[in-house]
């Protein structure tokens, strides 16, 4: 017999939750992280991530989001910890761009209240907002933002509670399915077999796949805390998180909160992608000019002395969907990840799901979008 049931190579976002969704159903969980738990060498630092429910990016993904804010309440009550903060959310641009038309879909398909203005409105109510003319922006009161580094420390801590094993500053080099139907993995530090393998391992996901190695992109971002010249107008109450469609790309923003500035980061960034163990972590003064050429369209206001620098990794599908499934010939090994940059909001979710295909080899959530065989052709 296996030593374990499952085993999570990952701790971050996705198998932190895992993890600890395994262990609270009485499985024999090993988590295996390759750095610190938590660590600020994937995607899942930086204090916090939005999440919505007007979803622009597929009205597929709401359903999801509505089991994920509810398993984010459970998560934060079981750990007796504030996770999750509601300050509303606009998405802004174009009414015909991507941000706004696929936030009006997915509000429309599932019934979700929203309300459409225009930009000086936007300024009225928030007065931080200064959007180009000709730019509107849909409100939706249910969006906010999950503390994730927390996130991660209260799902490992409630794993461990419920008797799963974590292990930290060993990386997985290699896995190979054993003649009982069950997983070998073999780490810097020892082998351990298990009944099933999570892989979730982020940036480094195509180490682990071969199918995804050229699939999984990691592309590196930098995110900027800046000194607002009114930081009362990006204060929680004042300043709702934000995605906006702007002349140099789309931005996404979030309120004062946890440290001192104004935070704002722009999707693809300087467009720099390669292996992660080889893409910078040090921010540059390209990457603050990057920031600061946004924050002058959209957030005149906001663009004061920098205070805080840091570098994530987004890993981008060609899709940008997910990728969630169980590995081809191999029915032991679920695979969770990329999420392209979008996906921390989901980790509560995505733990029940990972849990569910690894103890019962299916799930009642919609996978549909996240399958590996859209890549086939």
Same mark, same amino acid.
């Given at each position: ?88 959310? @606009? #998405? %802004?641009?174009?009414?015909?761009? $991507?941000?706004? &038309?696929?936030? +009006?879909? !997915? ?9 459409? @203005? #225009? %930009?000086?409105?936007?300024?009225? $109510?928030?007065? &931080?907002?200064? +959007?180009? !003319? ?244």
């Amino acid at each position: 017999m296996p030593s374990h049931d499952v085993i999570v190579a990952g701790i971050g976002a996705m198998g932190s939750a895992a993890a600890w969704h395994l262990a609270r159903r009485g499985q024999r969980v090993l988590g295996l992280e390759r750095f610190d738990i938590p660590h600020a060498m994937g995607s899942s630092h930086g204090i916090n991530r939005i999440i919505r429910l007007a979803y622009f990016e597929h009205p597929l993904y709401v359903p999801l989001l509505r089991r994920a804010y509810a398993l984010w309440r459970e998560t934060e009550q079981a750990f007796g910890e504030q996770l999750l903060h509601i300050t509303g959310g @606009i #998405d %802004a641009g174009p009414e015909d761009g $991507r941000v706004v &038309a696929g936030s +009006l879909r !997915a509000c429309r398909e599932h019934d979700l209240p929203h309300e459409l @203005i #225009d %930009a000086k409105e936007l300024a009225r $109510r928030h007065p &931080a907002y200064r +959007l180009p !003319a000709g730019h509107v922006a849909n409100w939706q009161a249910d969006a906010g933002f999950v503390m994730s580094e927390r996130a991660i420390v209260a799902h490992v801590a409630m794993a461990m509670a419920a008797g799963a094993e974590i292990r930290g500053r060993e990386a997985i080099t290699g896995w190979q399915p054993t003649p009982g139907g069950g997983v070998r993995v073999t780490t810097t530090r020892g082998t351990y077999e298990a009944g099933r393998l999570i892989l979730s391992t982020g940036a480094w996901i195509g180490d682990h796949v071969p199918a995804l190695a050229r699939l999984a992109v990691p592309e590196r971002q930098v995110l900027g805390w800046f000194q607002p010249k009114n930081p009362a107008h990006f204060a929680p109450d004042l300043f709702p998180v934000s995605i906006a469609e702007t002349a140099r790309g789309t931005c996404y923003q979030f309120p004062i909160f946890g440290v001192p500035g104004f935070k704002i980061g722009l999707y693809n960034h300087l467009k720099q992608s390669g292996h992660a163990d080889t893409l910078s972590r040090e921010p540059t003064p390209e990457d603050e000019a990057a920031l600061r050429a946004v924050m002058r369209e959209v957030f005149p206001d906001a663009g004061g002395p920098t205070l805080a620098l840091r570098t994530c990794m987004f890993t981008n599908t060609p899709d940008e969907h997910f990728v969630v499934d169980t590995l081809p010939g191999h029915p032991q090994v679920i695979v969770a990840s990329p999420c392209s940059g979008h996906g921390f909001k989901f980790a509560s979710v995505m733990g029940e799901i990972l849990a569910d295909l690894a103890a019962n080899g299916s799930t009642r959530h919609d996978l549909s979008l996240f399958r590996l065989a859209r890549f086939a052709s």
